[in-house]
């Protein structure tokens, strides 16, 4: 089977849906296929004007690598269903998958979506560019046409079926896996709030900074907040806060957190904090249960589903209630441990072979879809 991915979210940097693809990518060239006898060819799609993807960076997969710019490329893609990719690589498939939920065009090959979550349904004004422009318009009819859709987690499986109106049966849950980090072995001394994801609108941070300036408005040596990642549209508002007082000199920027220093800077936590609005999953809840550190997170979207019984849950709504979450945990060293031993347990149940295993399971269902069409 020679199966295509578009690996472009992961060309720059790897947030959410660019983690997804790296790791998944990973896992398929490490595990085995399907069947006894089965072979794969894995092939990773880039297209961009002036980055180019190395093939090193996932040795076992070959590299599609057009230069194309990005932006007319979507645009020919969603609005006129061309260039297919066939002809962009001269070569042809089984199986393209998309990692968002608008089609890669495709002559022959059965083709997938990757949905991750709804939000840009209900909040346009969350979003921007093309996912602004073409998300909310296209995504439904571009899911029932897809032989088959990816979500990844069972709550977005089940808004994809409610929302977009894609049986159940035509629904694969792949989702993440846990990093293969070991877990930190002591809790560090000066461990601090962390924040770390894309300082975007869906994610909430206002209520984060609310939550906290009550935290530290009666103690004086209480832990610093860490807002790690990359700034983005309406984030300056939430950085010029954080510099004037109440919370001046108490909370820290690092921005875009490479890969390689993620382990570093989630251990160093002494609670992690997800407020956001809608997570389709939430990779950095996995990422710090992997490592035995508590979780306080919202009590939307897929959160609850990934955190269970491990976290804290709150509204997102109430920055009293994140306050006094935040509270139970840096004063309660019992409660941290429990949450750090429920937490591991949780993460154990996730790894990106199961991922890659249900992956391959998807494109086989989306195969026997398309051969069904062909026949009707």
Known sequence: MRTLVDYRPALRTRTGVGEYVHELARALV????HAKGD???LFLFS?????????????????IDCRWPVRPLNYAWHRWGWPPVEALAGSPFDVVQSLHPLLMPARHAARLVTIHDLDFLDHPERTSAEIRRDYPALAPAHARMA???IAVSRFTAGEVERRLGVPADRISVCSPGAPDWAPRESEPAGGYVLFLGSLEPRKNVGVLLDAYAQLTAGRADGPRLVLAGQPGEGSAAWLDRARTAPLAGRVDFPGYVAPSDRRALV???????MPSFMEGFG???????????????????????VVGDAGLLFDPLDPAALAAALTRVIDDAHLRRRMAERGRARAAAYSWDMTAARTREAWQLAIAAKQANRRG
Not at 47 to 63: E, H
Not at 283 to 305: C, D, F, H, K, Q
């Open 147 to 149: 032989d088959r859709v």
């Open 47 to 63: 297209s961009s004007w002036t980055d180019r993807l190395d093939p090193a960076v996932i040795p076992g997969a070959a590299v």
């Open 39 to 41: 072979t794969e060819s």
């Open 267 to 273: 251990a160093g936590a002494l609670v992690l904090v």
């Open 283 to 305: 990779i950095p809840a996995l990422e710090a249960m992997t490592l035995g550190v508590p979780v306080i997170a919202s009590n939307r979207g897929a959160l609850p589903e």
């Open 30 to 33: 490490r595990t085995p296929p």
